[in-house]
């Protein structure tokens, strides 16, 4: 009886989180002012595709960088996400292969579509943090920090072919449905947060790409519904996966940057179709972002399978000050 009393509080909370405003949590910065993380998205297939070659370059350039905390864009778990909190796959995908000493910081978590496949509250429960304590995810959410506050968005219920046209696949809508209510509360909620950021970057997050040139390229439902949000508050960058590569589009009609970082295992779709924005790098092939960020500048840096740099990219603001 007291299992299933835990149980339904678990899930009562879930409920809440996902329904309610953005959760808040903070990270430190170090003592010089910097920050380090890496991204890192589409990843979860047991160490096969090169994952596990990504993942001890992540290991070693980390222990270079001194990495505070990792991002995954989504997509952890292949094909079909997690199927309970006690699914080896989050061992044998995760915990296996994130193993080198730099990587033992708190990796936070988005929901991608192929996580959604699975059973979903299974990826969002508490319990996964007892078996692995750097493990974190939910559906929406914000880490504050002195520097920049990254706002993690749940892109897959803005895809409305994964509603009316789910072929073969079945996708956990639980505390998600009716879809335009839930989408509706979320921008709200991410309009609010935005409004109250403080810090001199916006970052956001997202599984799904906005701007892309590879296998899955632009998401129509993102660009209307999500993009106006991000222009309105000055986002400075929006960060996804989805899209198995490396790849930097510049907006032509605002200061937005979009960066993919999606070649955590399986990759090299072999497809290419430009968009209306600028492209600056693009890269068929695993990999990761390492990013580096202080109250005024930010560095970027692509990285494939060998620890190659591949491609780094800064941009710097100017602080007001108030006398």
Not at 15 to 40: A, H, W, Y
Request: charged share 20%; proline share 2%; aromatic share 14%.
């Amino acid at each position: 009886m007291a299992v299933v009393l835990l149980h339904l509080v678990i899930l009562m909370k879930l409920f809440m989180l996902s329904c309610g405003e953005f959760q808040r949590f903070d990270e430190k910065i170090k003592s010089d002012g910097s920050l380090s993380i890496f991204v890192v998205g589409d990843w979860g297939r047991n160490g096969n595709y090169n994952q596990s070659q990504v993942a001890t370059q992540m290991g070693k350039i980390g222990e270079e960088l001194g990495i505070d905390f990792v991002i995954s864009t989504g997509d952890n778990f292949y094909e079909d996400g997690l199927q309970g909190v006690y699914d080896n796959q989050f061992q044998q995908s995760f915990t296996d292969i994130y193993t080198a000493k730099s990587l033992q910081k708190q990796w936070y978590s988005v929901l991608g579509n192929h996580d959604y496949r699975g059973d979903v509250l299974a990826q969002l429960s508490p319990i996964l943090q007892k078996f692995d304590s750097k493990w974190f995810c939910m559906r929406s959410f914000i880490v504050n920090t002195e520097n920049v506050d990254f706002f993690f968005v749940d892109t897959t219920p803005f895809e409305r072919k994964y509603w009316t046209h789910p072929k073969d696949h079945h996708y956990d809508w639980r505390n998600v449905e009716p879809r335009d209510q839930y989408i509706e509360n979320l921008l709200k909620d991410l309009d609010l947060a935005l409004k109250e950021s403080r810090a001199p970057w916006k970052f956001v997050v997202g599984h799904h790409t906005m701007r892309s040139v590879s296998d899955h390229g632009d998401t129509q439902e993102l660009l209307q519904e999500l993009l106006p949000t991000l222009k309105a508050n000055d986002v400075d960058l929006y960060i996804n996966g989805h899209d198995h590569c490396l790849e930097h589009i510049s907006s032509r009609d605002s200061p937005i940057q979009y960066f993919t970082s999606g070649g955590g295992s399986k990759a090299w779709r072999g497809k290419f179709t430009p968009n209306a924005d600028k492209l600056r790098f693009f890269y068929d092939g695993q990999g990761f972002m390492s990013m580096k960020i202080t109250s005024t500048s930010v560095d970027l840096v692509f990285y494939d399978i060998f620890g190659t740099n591949l491609y780094q990219w800064s941009m710097n603001k100017q602080l007001l000050t108030v006398m």
